[in-house]
C-alpha cells in the first residue's frame, strides 16, 4: 500500500511541475531544459549530430529529437532528463521535423532527403511504419488535435501533404509557395499558414476543402509560424530581418513588429507569452502578447532552433 500510494503521488507530482520550454542547440548537439516560471536553464542534455526540431509527448513522459547529420531520433526521458536511447534505421536520411499524436502512443517524424514518413511506436521506442511521400524536402510536420489526420510541408516540392492517421493515406498534396517550410495549424483546424521562404509569401490552406484559399506577402524569410492559442494571432520570425512578424489571423495583416531574432517559435498554453529561439545570440528570447515586447532572453546552448512547450 505504501508502495503504491508513493507512485501515485510521485505520479501526481511529475502531472502538475512547472510548465517548460524544450530548446535544440544545433551546434552544440545538445537540448536546453527551460523552466517556464523561473526563466532558467534546468538541464542540458547531449543529444545526437545536429539535431533540428523537438517534440514533446502530450502525457509529459518524454521527448523526440530527430538529428539531423546523425540519421537517428534521440529518446528523452523527462523522468530523468536523459537520453535513453537513439532510434535508427537504415532509410533515415536527414530526419528533422516531428510530432506526436495526442494519445501520446505515436509519433511521426520527416526523412527529408530520402522522402519518407516515419511512424515511431512512442511506447516501445520503435519503427512502426514507413511511408513513401513522392514529394521533395518533406520537412516538417503537425497533428491536428483530434488525432486523426498529419500534415507535412514539402520544401522542394511546394506542397502541404494530407495524411489520414487511420490508415496512412496520403489524401492530398496542396499546392502552395516556393520553399513551403514553416507552417502552422489552426487551433480550431481549419486553417494552415504556410511560410514560403523563397516567395517571402505566406499561403492560407483550407483543411476542410483541401485548398489553397489565400497568398499574401510576409516578411523576407518567413521561416516559422505559430498561432496564439486563441486563434487571433499567428506569429513568424522572419529569417532575414531578424525580426517578429505578428499578423491578424482574421484579416491576414501585419499588425505588429518585434524586434527578435529569428528561429523556432511556440506559444505557452495560456497565449501570454511567446518563446523565440535566437539562433543569432544563442538565447530564448521571450515576448510578452500583450505588449508584443521582448521582456526576458535566456541564454542557452550554440544555435538553438526547434522549440516546444509543456
Known amino acids: 500500500m505504501r508502495l503504491f500510494m508513493g507512485l501515485l503521488l510521485a505520479g501526481t507530482a511529475f502531472a502538475q511541475s512547472v510548465p517548460h520550454v524544450y530548446v535544440v542547440n544545433k551546434a552544440a548537439d545538445s537540448i536546453s531544459i527551460i523552466n517556464a516560471t523561473s ?7 547531449p543529444v545526437g549530430r545536429n ?49 506526436f ?6 509519433a511521426l517524424v520527416t526523412s527529408e532527403r530520402s ?34 489526420h498529419a500534415y507535412f510541408t514539402n520544401r522542394e516540392s511546394n506542397t502541404v501533404t494530407f495524411m489520414d492517421l487511420n490508415d496512412y493515406r496520403i489524401l492530398a498534396n496542396v499546392n502552395v509557395g516556393r520553399g513551403a517550410e514553416g507552417f502552422a495549424l489552426s487551433p480550431d483546424g481549419r486553417q494552415i499558414w504556410v ?36 486563434g487571433k494571432h499567428v506569429v513568424s520570425p522572419d529569417g532575414a530581418s531578424g525580426n ?46 500583450a505588449t508584443w515586447k521582448v521582456t526576458n532572453r535566456i541564454p542557452v546552448g550554440s544555435g538553438p532552433d526547434g522549440i516546444a512547450y509543456r
Open 51 to 99: 539535431p533540428h526540431e523537438v517534440a514533446v509527448a502530450p502525457n509529459g513522459s518524454k521527448l523526440y529529437v530527430p538529428n539531423a547529420a546523425g540519421n537517428s531520433v534521440s529518446v528523452i526521458d523527462l523522468r530523468t532528463n536523459s537520453e535513453t536511447k537513439k532510434i535508427t534505421h537504415p532509410d533515415f536520411n536527414n530526419p528533422h521535423g516531428v510530432a
Open 115 to 148: 522522402r519518407k514518413i516515419f511512424v515511431l511506436d512512442a511506447m516501445t521506442d520503435q519503427v512502426l511504419r514507413v511511408i513513401e511521400t513522392d514529394q521533395g524536402g518533406t520537412h516538417m510536420v503537425t497533428v491536428n488535435t483530434a488525432g486523426t
Open 244 to 289: 517578429v512578424d505578428v499578423y491578424d489571423a482574421a484579416t491576414r495583416r501585419k499588425i505588429q513588429t518585434v524586434p527578435a531574432s529569428a528561429g523556432g517559435i511556440v506559444a505557452a498554453t495560456d497565449g501570454k507569452r511567446m518563446y523565440v529561439a535566437s539562433q543569432g545570440s544563442n538565447e530564448v528570447q521571450v515576448i510578452d502578447t
Open 39 to 45: 526563466l532558467r536553464v534546468e538541464h542540458t542534455i
Open 195 to 230: 511560410g514560403n521562404r523563397n516567395d517571402s509569401t505566406i499561403s492560407v490552406v483550407d483543411v476542410p476543402s483541401r485548398s489553397t484559399i489565400a497568398t499574401f506577402s510576409s516578411g523576407q524569410n518567413p521561416i516559422r509560424l505559430a498561432f496564439t492559442p486563441d
Open 101 to 106: 499524436t495526442p494519445d501520446s502512443r505515436r
